[in-house]
């Protein structure tokens, strides 16, 4: 009995992990889901919206689009509107982004010395979002309480689940 | 869509600085939707759309180089004809050099974003757009 429990479990956290994966790939993106963390892309995205990305190669850069980037040396991903290219004929692109909701560009807030972001800063180029969803994501990360009750409850669900 | 413009350029340093004035009509419509009375792009799960006017051109420094000169949100309610009239740029249109003396080939054209309530985000590009040929000397007796 309890051994069905671990496995059915198991199934479930790898068939979560495949499908993640998967995602990943077909996107070419590796976060293809982000959560929208600030104010800068209002009104358009706001705090708790989902995003969905993609990062095909093949598609280009270019001004108006939606990128999701990394910062070097930052681990949050900043979501941004596509400003200013300028596209070498090897392929080789340097751009510049700038918030809806802000007054100015990203360069103050790209690391020192740097001007412009490059393909690899690039995580992803928004496509389809829903609203609301990742409100989940962000309280948990405020409230860490938040984050065990709601592990808890899972793990509970679970286990009360098998008759 | 129809847009008439005009220009000067002013060095900067080392890189072109170029400053367009324009005029924009236009009246965004979607082509795919068809109702009794009309055709409207703000249907039940459009918010917003975000406006762009860019700039395209080449220079001998980038094969491709595309500079947003000018934006504007039209929320879902707000009037989605425009006419504006002698509008300055919002932002600086640095070229990344020299590339805009006498660059005859630069192409304004009006884009937008709908932004829906949820689901995909589509990137339309206006039908008209507007060749704008920059001059071959620096202005400098004017200043901004």
């Keep these: 009995q309890l051994y069905y429990q671990v496995l059915n479990f198991g199934m479930i956290v790898s068939s979560a992990l495949m ?9 070419g993106s590796e976060s293809p889901i982000v959560v929208v ?7 358009a995205f706001h705090r708790g919206d989902l995003l969905f990305l993609t990062n095909r190669i093949e598609d280009p850069i270019r001004v108006g689009e939606i990128v999701v980037f990394r910062i070097e040396g930052r681990e949050i991903p900043i ?3 596509v400003l200013k290219i300028h596209e070498k004929q090897n392929g080789d692109i340097k751009f510049l982004t700038k918030g809806d909701n802000n007054a100015v560009d990203d360069r103050g807030l790209y690391k ?3 001007h412009w972001l490059e393909k690899k800063d690039v995580v992803g180029r928004a496509r389809g979002f829903v609203p609301y969803i990742g409100i989940v994501t962000i309280l948990m990360n405020d409230y860490p309480k938040f984050k065990y009750a709601v592990l808890f409850l899972l793990g509970l669900f679970v286990l009360v689940h098998r008759e | 869509l ?3 413009v005009e220009d000067f350029t002013g060095p900067r340093e080392r890189s072109d600085l170029g400053f367009v004035t324009f005029d924009i009509t236009a ?12 055709l409207n792009i703000f249907d039940w799960n459009v918010k917003q759309l975000f406006l762009y006017l860019s700039a395209e051109y080449s220079t001998k420094n980038n094969a491709l180089n595309q500079v947003v000169l ?9 009037n989605p004809r425009l006419f504006l009239k002698d509008m300055k740029s919002k932002y600086f249109f640095f070229d990344d050099g020299n590339g805009l003396k006498g660059n005859k ?11 829906p309530n949820a689901g995909i985000l589509p990137l339309v590009t206006g039908a008209g757009h507007v060749s704008v040929p920059f001059p071959d000397t620096y202005e400098t007796t004017k200043s901004y």
């Design chain 1, 79 to 81: 979501v941004h509107r």
């Design chain 1, 112 to 114: 020192r010395g740097q």
């Design chain 2, 105 to 115: 080939n630069v192409t304004l054209t009006l884009s937008w974003n709908v932004v």
């Design chain 1, 37 to 43: 963390l600030s104010g800068s892309m209002e009104p």
């Design chain 2, 2 to 4: 129809r847009k008439n």
């Design chain 2, 27 to 38: 009246d965004i419509l979607n082509g795919k939707k068809w109702f009794a009375n009309g």
């Design chain 1, 19 to 27: 499908i993640w994966k998967g995602l990943m790939v077909v996107t």
């Design chain 2, 70 to 78: 000018w934006d504007k949100i039209i929320l879902r309610g707000d």
